[in-house]
């Protein structure tokens, strides 16, 4: 498997662990790091991995369903660092009430050892 692959495929991953509300999947996706990051649609930037998966687990319990579509515009690798640059398209239920979304979001991943781990997550909400 190419890098190009093996970070596509922890791109999937995230977005799989995402859609089924998988806080142990997300753990595994995501580096642990102190300078990681999070920042969903609209909101501020969350460091280190222990206020990252708080903000999932907040996300995970307060959704009743999720339904995500990825379109990937580009994958770039340059040695231990890699980008993904998605359109994601987002239909949840949250308290009985459906909603959409479409967000562009900027995923970099760093390779530890032989895995690529997820870094760096920018998500920026797209205009109708």
Partial sequence: MTDIQAVQTTNESFYRAFEKKNLEAMETVWSHGVGTLCIHPGRSALKGWPDIRDSWQ??????????????????????????????????????GRRFEARSMATNIFEKMGDRWYLTHHHGSPIGS
């Fill in 58 to 95: 907040q996300i995970f319990a307060n959704t009743q369903y999720l339904e995500i579509d990825v379109d990937i515009v580009s994958t770039e690798v340059q040695g231990a660092i890699a980008y993904i640059v998605v359109v994601e398209k987002v239909m949840q239920v949250l308290r």
